[in-house]
């Protein structure tokens, strides 16, 4: 990564106080981080305690199996019902929960009470069709309300989703449906995307034709479809959303769960070709998710409206459009399209119709916003905004201060704020009425989370130096396994520091840089992961999607760095000696692309493409991809001489140069 780093000297200096008036009238204070640090555990156990639990637990963290974790455990709760039930019970039920904005123009408002009822009645309908307490039900939908009511009817019966993002390919989904072996999807015809349907259905029919021999219903939301085409109809498998809660009523009583109770499952990519099915269980998960969602947004859940725009099919869209939102009783808005559809200042439009109070958004979409000009926010009236949120990537100080001045009338704090699928909920963050903020740095640790900056055997090291990042202590809402996969799971996140005093820490895949404040700047990810858009994609899995091309030897993938999208993906390709010809005429390298768009998903589309003669390895064979990083980047290239053969690199940089 170079923007944090190469801005540190230049802006280290400045410093943003939380403005006095936020400040006096902040959710979090200050003494927040002595309560935690006088009991660390007593702490969780009061944020634990905010939830309402069917049953009490007695005890907060069973450490005795690391990196096993349970939380909460004796304790029962149902995750639907805190976000839902005891707001309506609470005298709440006016209150709206969701706003939402689809991309045509069209609009819908569901109040606590209105999606109360739907959500029982959904989960009505998913009993009706089988679908039991420990039972996986996949998720293939655009943003809108029926994403959420999906997600909670199945937490609310004790079932597990895994919510797939609706811009993952067919094969994206079969391999999803299969390692979860669901039981259901949930999708819709189509969904709108830039002035267009997007069509859903067709790909999880053809998921579904490949494999995914464990589905026995697919429940069709009507949404959006093109009606000049037909859509296909699997007879007794098929069923259409809004037929089926029609014979359902909305009378349901959400039971109790244990704790430890799967809630979801969320693949995620990681180092080798197959993304880790991610594993989250309820209480744990759903007390930080709800602390942090309060204390970071410093959420007033009677007059803030909320709107974080990511996707559902994300982490954040689970942590903080759906469970922590929610959880607190706030307003939320969800919107289904682009930003910049049908007007490039859509975003900004949404803030003022809703009068969006909070907004949590990627620093791509800053950068892409910066890029096009400050005159088109400036068309909205956004006196409404009085926090901003970054999260997914580094965000450059450029950048913050953009965001700080044009989006927030230099009034309104930045949260940024650091964590990942596998931790659940936020990490590190500043606390907006209490952190002096740095534009870059996401600052410290939130009280109760214990990350240190440690060298390559695990020492801590002291501030003003650079190493990686860990979380030394257990967390409420840790990833609790990959599924089906423990040896996995052990070896990914807790083998490197399993033999430090202390541990097993957890080795977050990031590096990361304490200044001599001790404040914390993210360096980027240190393995074979990229961050493009602020999404992670693997290295491995688009190889392995390339290799699987018929015309395809070999192939490389590195992220190289982007101006807007942090990093973009550039492929190095070899071509079979046979195929030496399709591989060599125009378009061939389109082709290629377009591959991997279909198989994965447009947003693992390789930026560029390169057919190669040779890749740069080891004497041992291993590919030496920070080599071909320098390369795409247009650097001079780093040390070569462990090569097998150095001319191969002179031979890449002059293809690229050209
Ligand atoms: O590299 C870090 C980066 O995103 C990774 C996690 O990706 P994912 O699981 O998809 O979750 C993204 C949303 C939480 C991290 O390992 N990352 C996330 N937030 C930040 C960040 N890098 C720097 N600053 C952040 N605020």
């Known amino acids: 990564m170079t923007g944090p780093i190469e801005h540190l000297e230049t802006l280290a200096g400045k410093v943003f106080l939380p403005p006095e008036e936020f400040a006096a009238n902040a959710v979090a204070t200050a003494a927040l981080y002595d309560e935690a640090r006088a009991d660390r555990l007593g702490f969780w156990a009061d944020q634990a305690r905010s939830l309402h639990w069917h049953k009490p637990f007695t005890e907060v963290l069973d450490w005795d199996n690391p990196p096993f974790a349970r939380w909460f455990a004796d304790g029962e709760l149902n995750v639907a019902y805190n976000c839902l039930d005891r707001h309506v019970l609470a005298g709440n039920g006016d209150r709206v929960a969701l706003y939402f904005e689809g991309e045509p123009g069209d609009s819908r408002t569901l109040t606590y009470a209105q999606l109360t009822s739907e959500v029982k009645r959904a989960a009505n309908l998913l009993l009706a069709l089988g679908v039991q307490a420990g039972d996986r039900v996949a998720i293939y939908l655009p943003m809108i309300p029926e994403a959420v009511i999906a997600m909670l009817a199945v937490a609310r019966i004790g079932a597990a989703h895994s919510v797939i993002f609706g811009g993952f390919s067919a094969e994206s989904i079969r391999a999803r449906v299969e390692d979860a072996e669901a039981k259901l999807v949930i999708t819709a015809d189509g969904g709108w995307r830039r002035g267009k349907v997007s069509p859903l259905k067709p790909a999880v029919d053809a998921a579904l034709e490949a494999g995914g021999a464990t589905v026995e219903k697919v429940l069709v939301v009507q949404r959006a479809w093109d009606d000049s085409q037909e859509l296909a ?25 244990e704790a430890e109770n799967p809630l979801f499952i969320l693949y995620t990519s990681g180092t080798t070709g197959n993304p880790k099915g991610i594993l989250h269980t309820s209480g ?57 559809t049908p007007r490039p200042g859509r975003w900004w439009e949404i803030i003022e119709k809703y009068k969006v109070s909070i907004l949590y958004a990627a620093p791509t979409a800053i950068r892409s916003f910066m890029k096009a000009g400050r005159e088109i926010p400036a068309r909205s009236d956004l006196s409404s905004l009085r926090l901003l949120g970054s999260v997914g990537e580094p965000i450059n100080p450029e950048a913050w201060l953009w965001y700080h001045e044009v989006i927030g009338g230099n009034r309104a704090p930045i949260v940024d704020t650091w964590w990942q699928t596998e931790t659940g909920g936020i990490m590190i963050s500043p606390l907006p009425g209490v952190t002096a903020t740095k534009p870059g740095s996401a600052q410290t640790p939130l009280p109760g989370i214990s990350v240190e900056v440690v060298d390559d055997k695990g020492n801590i090291l002291p501030n003003d130096s650079a190493g990686l990042l860990a979380v030394t202590e257990p967390w409420p809402g840790m990833l609790r396994g990959i599924w089906g996969d423990p040896e996995r799971f052990i070896d990914t996140y807790w083998s490197k520091f399993a033999d430090v005093p202390g541990g097993p820490l957890y080795f977050a895949g990031d ?4 200044d001599e404040d001790g404040d914390v700047w993210l360096l980027g990810r240190v393995d074979d992961v990229m961050n493009v858009s602020g999404h992670r ?76 003669n040779e890749l740069p390895k080891t004497r041992s064979g291993k590919i030496m991809r920070r080599l071909l990083r320098d390369a795409a980047e247009g650097r001079t290239l780093g040390d070569t001489t462990t090569l097998t053969d150095a001319s191969v690199m002179k031979a890449i940089a002059d293809r690229l140069r050209h």
């Not at 994300?314 to 929610?326: A, M, R």
């Not at 590096?511 to 304490?514: E, N, P, Q």
């Not at 992220?559 to 061939?588: L, M, P, Y």
């Open 233 to 257: 109809w699997t007879e007794g498998r098929d069923l259409w959303w809004h037929e089926e809660l029609a014979q359902v009523d909305d009378d349901h009583e959400a039971k109790p769960f």
């Open 284 to 340: 744990g998960y759903l007390t930080q998710v709800a602390y942090t969602h309060k204390n970071v947004f410093d959420l007033h859940p009677e007059t803030d409206v909320y709107w974080s725009t990511a996707d559902v099919g994300w982490i954040t869209g689970h942590s903080y459009v759906v469970y922590g939102p929610l959880a607190n009783g706030a307003s939320v808005v969800i919107y289904e399209g682009t930003p910049d």
């Open 511 to 514: 590096g990361a840089r304490r």
């Open 537 to 612: 994609l693997s290295t491995a899995e688009i190889e392995s999607c390339l290799v699987g091309h018929p015309w395809v030897a070999e192939a490389a993938v590195v992220g190289a760095h982007d101006d807007t999208t942090g990093q973009a993906v550039v492929a190095f390709v070899i071509a079979k000696a046979r195929h030496a010809g399709e591989a060599g005429a125009d378009g061939a390298t389109n082709t290629l692309r377009a591959h991997v768009a279909t198989q994965i998903g447009a947003i693992a589309r390789p930026r560029e493409l390169f057919i190669v």
